[in-house]
């Protein structure tokens, strides 16, 4: 045969491999459970109720509850703030007595109204059973005694001294409440009272040190 007759010729179809099969004795992949079964059969976790710490009229959640914590509590101090101030006083001049040399006697008169006013936030963390009506305070007021000159630590003596006045007064679990109130205020004031601009008695070597910042 010449070469000019193969040309019409059609070529050979290519071989195909024959498709293999599975042998019999093969084992079958398990179907897969459906997710909503296996969520369905899982017991449910209870979900703990969550109360926000700050109910703001804003996002339509009721108040905090005035008389929700220990109001008789809250009413004995309110009702003797006053003396829990007078109180409060005495305790932090004698735990430092530096105190009454640092201020004449208005300056005196002004600590004194001011444990008044931090035995009222106290009432009223006492009768919500909140600390937040004393951390916000002592959070808000930084500025008014630095412009006044008053160290944050006196603060501080002031809110031991309202404990230390308080606690004939109130029971057991009402003594506790109160103290950890005063406590989460009386942190508050130790650590603003780091920041620059505070009138406590600064370290003579520290003092030289940053002289000129």
């Known amino acids: 045969m010449t070469e000019s007759s193969n040309l019409g010729a059609k070529p050979p179809a290519p071989k195909t491999a024959a498709p293999k099969t599975a042998a019999p004795n093969a084992a079958a992949p398990k179907a897969a459970a459906p997710k909503a079964a296996i969520r369905a059969a899982a ?31 809250a009413q004995k101090v309110r009702g003797g703030a006053a003396s829990i101030a007078a109180g409060a006083l005495e305790a932090a001049v004698k735990a430092d007595p530096t105190i009454e040399t640092r201020y004449d006697e208005v300056g005196l008169r002004r600590l004194l109204s001011d444990g008044g006013l931090l035995a009222e936030r106290l009432a ?25 000159g008053v160290p944050l630590a006196d603060l501080g003596a002031l809110c031991s001294g309202i404990a230390e006045t308080v606690e004939p007064l109130l029971g057991a ?23 620059a601009g505070d009138s406590h008695k600064r370290n003579a070597l520290w003092k030289w040190m940053y002289r000129g910042v």
């Not at 703990?48 to 220990?70: E, K, Y």
């Not at 679990?173 to 920041?195: H, Y």
Request: aromatic share 8%; net charge positive.
């Open 173 to 195: 679990d009402e003594l506790a409440a109160a103290k950890r109130s005063l406590e989460a205020a009386r942190v508050i004031f130790k650590r603003d009272g780091r920041l």
């Open 43 to 73: 017991p449910a976790k209870p979900k703990a109720a969550r109360t926000p710490a700050h109910r703001h009229p804003n996002l339509g959640l009721a108040p905090i509850g005035m008389t929700s914590g220990f109001a008789s509590a």
């Open 124 to 148: 009223m963390c006492l009768g919500s059973s909140n600390d937040r009506w004393l951390t916000e305070y002592a959070e808000w007021i930084v500025p008014i005694y630095r412009r006044r």
